[in-house]
């Protein structure tokens, strides 16, 4: 044990980056036969048969070249797949990504030290930041502990993005700008944004070579929301992130040319540490039910976040909280990681600052009043008239299951994290009659900036086993069977994946290889078979774990038809977020979420009654 804590506290976080492995691409036969098995739960024999013929074809020709031209590619980069994933994924969307395709989270606080209570929010807000900035401090310094897998050195380059980083808007691609340093490597940007009434303010956490403290972050605080709260709200420029990409990026243009102050105010919040979100709504919040606060940080007041920050921490007025980030710079792991250790801190301290009140006589903070005209007043309006048009058509819900949790589970010798994938698949097909094509993220972060793979949960063994829950005629002890093998089948699959062999994104290089090359699109890409599955983005089911922590978060459905599903499990429950639009009349979010938890009992049961 000795040894143990040594190593870890002479490591420095960014010491390992050099010497991780590079990305690997799997075999070509492997990633074709995965594909197969993937597809079958959607398709009848006639059109397996079909689809079989076009990948057979595929894996003797072009798909032979291609794969060739991958294994070229990936011997000169560390990891081939990441420029292509930043661009595809989200630096080349189009649509309002901060809808689309952004990240939210409830602050789990209300649990322990800080129960919605109107007049706390500057307060909690204070030393909530303040940990933030420890945080912050730790990365700079590189004491954030190194990650692992078992023995695997996991890539923390991820974390880099936590603070100052902003998307910014491109015509065509978007960008990322990302100003953190560590101090061996140089000055950091230390200053903070504050979005309040549609107005922004700025103010250094840094002040004569030291840390500001909660007593004076709240001074600043105070400042800014007396001055909110008896002057007239802003323009609320902040709503034109949530605009399409290309739309805001042009607009962005207008703004620079309008006035050169314009662009030295962007880059200030561009370059900020964090956005600091002063919200007005008071969201209903309790340990079981987290709807309301969950909804509101992923889609509330467009003016009040910059929604390509990659971190948005939100302060509602009754004291609740959230976070909101832009998913393109890293995945939910990072910035839970870090939600994690300053809660565990504000716990310690039972959510007050016990140092010294003393505040000292720095500036107050700074108004950022850019120059606009009639044209962005009027963009601003139409941009926050869209928003809350396509928001409202929103069902999302955010419950807590209390009957068991990791414990029970683990107990049974199941694993917690597929226990919870084919309760969703049972309950898909209880709902819908039919499998569901589920996304699942899976980690690559044991290789040089690897980030997700996919894990597709509905499997052949998933949907046997589903058909036999529904058939009476089964015998549990059958069920139980068919159970522990679509239990084995997903164990076997998550290890793939995080060993960077799946297939998911071995399939997208070879498409990119082919369309850089100016190649006309294979087959494969346009059967049927490819979509249905869930390929090119087209999962109905869109599902990620966030943790065994108390933090969990959300996304919005990948497909008008579908549902995100997000999960956090802990030892004595499951707390998830799903969320679906009204406009689909096929799907409920309320519905699904209700019918998971009644299948996570008939599992349990399952395993009671089956060995009797």
């Not at 832009?326 to 959510?351: C, Q, R, W, Y």
């Not at 069902?395 to 969703?424: C, E, M, W």
Request: with cysteine; glycine share 6%.
């Amino acid at each position: 044990m000795e040894k143990q804590v040594l190593k870890s506290s002479e490591e420095r976080t960014f010491q390992y980056q050099d010497s991780l492995p590079s990305l690997p691409v799997p075999p070509l036969d492997e990633s074709l036969s995965k594909y197969l098995d993937a597809v079958k739960p959607f398709l009848n024999q006639e059109e397996y048969q079909r689809t079989e013929d076009i990948v057979k074809k595929f894996g003797n020709g072009i798909g032979k070249e291609l794969h060739q031209k991958l294994l070229e590619r990936a011997k000169t980069r560390r990891n081939w797949l990441e420029d292509w994933w930043l661009n595809v994924s989200y630096l080349d969307l189009r649509i309002s990504t901060q809808i689309h395709c952004n990240m939210a989270g409830p602050g789990p606080y209300i649990e322990h030290c800080w129960p919605p209570k109107e007049g706390t929010q500057i307060e909690r807000a204070s030393v909530n930041i303040w940990h933030t900035l420890k945080y912050w401090d730790l990365l700079r310094t590189e004491k954030v502990a190194i990650e692992r897998s078992g023995d695997a050195i996991l890539d923390m380059h991820q974390f880099r993005m936590l603070f100052c980083t902003c998307r910014i808007p491109g015509v065509t691609r978007d960008s990322i700008g990302s100003y953190f340093k560590t101090e061996t490597e140089g000055e950091c940007p230390s200053h903070l944004i504050v979005l309040c009434r549609g107005r922004v303010f700025a103010f250094d956490a840094i002040y004569e070579g030291s840390m500001v403290t909660p007593a004076e972050i709240s001074r600043q605080l105070t400042y800014i929301q007396k001055r909110c709260h008896s002057e007239p709200d802003g323009p609320g420029l902040a709503a034109l992130t949530s605009n399409e990409r290309t739309k805001w990026a042009e607009l962005r243009e207008y703004l620079i040319a309008l006035d050169p102050k314009n662009l030295t105010l962007l880059e200030k919040i561009q370059s900020s540490l964090f956005a600091v979100c002063l919200d007005d709504s008071s969201p209903h919040a309790t340990p079981e039910d987290y709807s309301e606060v969950t909804r509101l940080a992923l889609t509330g007041d467009p003016t009040v976040r910059w929604g390509d920050k990659s971190y948005n921490s939100v302060f509602f007025s009754n004291g609740t909280c959230g976070s909101f980030s832009d998913h393109s710079p890293f995945d939910a792991m990072a910035l839970i990681t870090m939600l994690a250790v300053a809660e565990k801190k504000i716990i310690e301290n039972e959510g007050k600052w016990k140092g010294s009140d003393k505040v000292r006589d720095m500036p107050w903070p700074e108004e950022l009043v850019f120059t606009v005209d009639q044209k962005i007043i009027n963009e601003i309006g139409r941009t926050k008239e869209m928003y809350y048009k396509k928001v409202s058509d929103l069902q999302l819900v955010n419950y807590a299951f209390t009957s068991f949790g990791k414990q029970l589970i683990r107990k049974k010798k199941l694993h917690p994290d597929t226990f919870v994938q084919l309760a969703l698949q049972l309950a898909y097909y209880k709902c819908h009659g039919r499998p569901g094509c589920c996304y699942e993220t899976a980690m690559t972060r044991r290789f040089y900036h690897g980030r997700t793979e996919t894990i597709r949960s509905c499997t052949m063994e998933a949907v046997e086993w589903c058909k036999s829950m529904l058939d009476p005629s089964d015998s549990n002890y059958q069920r139980l069977q068919l159970m522990h093998k679509a239990f084995a089948k997903h164990n076997k699959m998550r290890k793939e994946c995080e060993n960077g062999k799946g297939f998911d994104r071995h399939l997208l290089g070879l498409l990119l290889i082919a369309q850089e090359q100016g190649l006309p699109v294979p087959e494969l890409y346009m059967d049927n078979a490819f979509t249905t599955s869930g390929g090119g983005g087209n999962f109905v089911l869109s599902t990620s774990l966030t943790g065994y922590s108390r933090f969990n978060g959300s996304t919005l459905p990948m497909v008008p038809h579908g549902y995100g599903f997000f999960y956090a499990i802990r030892d004595d429950r499951i707390v998830a977020t799903c969320s679906s639009w009204k406009s689909c009349p096929e799907t409920d979010a309320e519905v699904l979420c209700r019918t998971v938890f009644q299948c996570f009992q008939d599992m349990l049961h399952l395993t009671v009654v089956a060995q009797l």
